[in-house]
């Protein structure tokens, strides 16, 4: 009898319709709840920010700000075309991460000019074919450094590259290694470049692709824990690409369980998530984290092969149930895991349960401590602390901050991928102070009734509309930030945006 009865529900369609009810109720009462990001969801915040300000500014030694601008680059595969180099050209448009490391004393971004034609998140997701880019700054060298297009010799022809999130692991002053998050055309991967300094700058090679269901599946953002071991953050489960249908069981059956695969398995539609699913699961929680260890040597494979990217790889779930995972880092220490989560305007900090994790037990993390930001939190970034700051010995951070940049209005976003405006743009800076000092910059913080964690203090450091003005250049939809305040990096800080026309660079911003 109870067979049948499910089987009713099941073709009758009234465990679905129970299924939508029941996922409305959980909204609900998250949007009663947490009004703040209901907040920044629905309302434009554009008219209450300032054209732009960074900290600083006003003092006397304010900060120097301008657009990051590369000379376009001949490619055929790119987006854009350049009426007067008449062929496709690479440009530092649409950048959605900057990377600053310190013992290469240079800055990646990752830019993908053509992301209004294949956006596997907002959509459309029609013209994969096209490639972005990533691009190289001697951030250290002179007061007006300009981009350069980092060569990448071996990458397969066949392949799309879509860069998202990017980071970088520093095996000497001259060499690295390099992973990139990439919404390919058929599966979102991990491209694994070396790069090594030539007398012209830098130069990448490929090294392979990594694909895994439970690892890539909603790639967002990659922090590599050595040459070999990486973490990534899944943002969620939905998008505008359809997946390999056995890509998407495995990776529902793998994360969330042979229940949810058993539902997927029934209610999908033409091999994607019903379209309902889009609508819930960043307030619900389907993002995660992956650990991934890999191989360096794979046999050569094409772009559409899935499987053939998953050899050499092994696997494990780290941590679920986020909504809407981004932006990843580890504490110098390795003792905490910080994670952008956008979905609840917030970066988690996860204190790591093993000094020394190998990421392959199941409890690997204990429970997050969550720190509000005034915005939806994008990528992450760590600073040191300054040379004269006492270290408190109940500061989990041990005296680095958390850089987060983000978006203080979904709505102004959306309106902006329309053509109506520009996104605005925010970053702060998240560090431990018992104290709690106010935030001093011109922000409608408290109309979003943000109150930052207890014992930490959210400090701006910049927030603009999103639109260049006679008086000063802006970023729009900020979505990645570094920052080197040493006098020897000249206090340079970056900030790159979704879909902004120009990575900032501002030069002089010490504290």
């Known amino acids: 009898m109870g067979r049948a009865l499910q089987r009713f529900l099941s073709q009758s369609g009234i465990a ?16 009663y709840s947490r009004r703040r990001v209901t907040h920044m969801l629905s309302h434009s915040v554009r008219p209450a920010l300032p054209p732009f300000w960074v900290r ?31 062929s496709r050209v690479q440009i530092t448009k649409f950048c959605e991460d900057v990377k600053i490391d310190t013992t290469l004393d240079v800055a990646l971004l990752a830019c993908d000019p053509g992301r209004a034609e294949w956006d596997i998140v907002f959509g459309p997701a029609k013209s994969p074919e096209y490639r972005g880019a990533l691009w190289f700054l001697d951030y250290q060298a002179s007061n007006s450094p300009t981009p350069q297009l980092l060569p990448i010799d ?12 990017i980071n970088v692991h520093a095996t000497s002053q001259d060499t690295a290694r390099i992973f990139v998050v990439n919404n390919a055309a058929v599966v979102s991967t991990i ?30 953002a990659v922090w590599p824990i050595d040459a070999n071991r990486i973490l990534v953050s899944n943002m969620h489960v939905y998008f505008h690409r359809v997946s390999p249908y056995d890509a998407t069981v495995e990776m529902v059956r793998g994360v969330f369980g042979s229940w949810a695969a058993r539902w997927f398995e029934r209610n999908h539609v033409d091999g994607q998530f019903p379209s309902y699913v889009s609508f819930s699961e960043d307030l619900i929680g389907s993002g995660w984290v992956s650990h991934i260890a890999f191989d360096d040597e794979i046999a050569a494979h094409d772009g559409y092969d899935w499987r053939a990217a998953e050899a050499g790889t092994e696997t494990e779930l780290v941590v679920s149930g986020i909504k809407f995972a981004n932006g990843i880092q580890l504490t110098p220490d390795k003792k905490h895991l910080v994670l952008g989560e956008t979905g609840m305007a917030a970066v988690l900090l996860y204190p790591v349960l093993s ?44 005296g680095y901050s958390i850089l987060t940049a983000g978006h203080p209005s979904a709505l102004d976003m959306e309106e902006s991928l ?20 106010k935030d001093q910059a011109p922000a409608p913080a408290n109309e979003l009734g943000f109150t930052p964690a207890h014992n930490f203090t959210v400090q701006s450091l910049l927030i603009t509309k999103g639109a260049n003005t006679p008086d000063a250049p802006s970023v729009a939809s900020s979505s990645g930030v570094s920052w080197d305040p040493t006098y020897r990096g000249r206090g340079t800080f970056m900030v790159a945006g979704l879909y902004s026309d120009d990575p900032l660079i501002c030069r002089g911003m010490h504290t």
């Open 191 to 220: 491209e694994v470049f070396d790069m090594d300094r030539t007398d012209d700058g830098w130069r990448g090679r490929f090294v392979r692709t990594i694909f895994t269901p439970v690892g890539t599946y909603g790639a967002d």
């Open 56 to 86: 600083g500014m006003d003092g006397e030694n304010a900060p120097q700000c301008m657009a990051m601008r590369g000379d376009p680059t001949p490619d055929p595969k790119a987006f854009p075309y350049s009426d007067e180099l008449a």
């Open 154 to 165: 071996d990458f397969p022809d066949d392949r799309s590259f879509h860069p998202l999130g």
């Open 16 to 31: 679905l319709i129970s299924t939508f009810a029941a996922i409305i109720a959980y909204l609900a009462l998250e949007v």
């Open 418 to 437: 329309k053509g109506n405006g520009t996104a605005p743009s925010w970053v702060v800076q998240i560090y431990y102070d018992p104290a709690q000092p």
């Open 355 to 398: 000094e020394n994790p190998t990421w392959e037990r199941a409890e690997r993390l204990g429970k997050a401590l969550v720190l509000p930001v005034p915005f939806l939190a994008d990528n992450v970034f760590l600073t040191p602390p300054q040379n004269d700051a006492d270290v408190l010995p109940e500061d989990p951070l041990q």
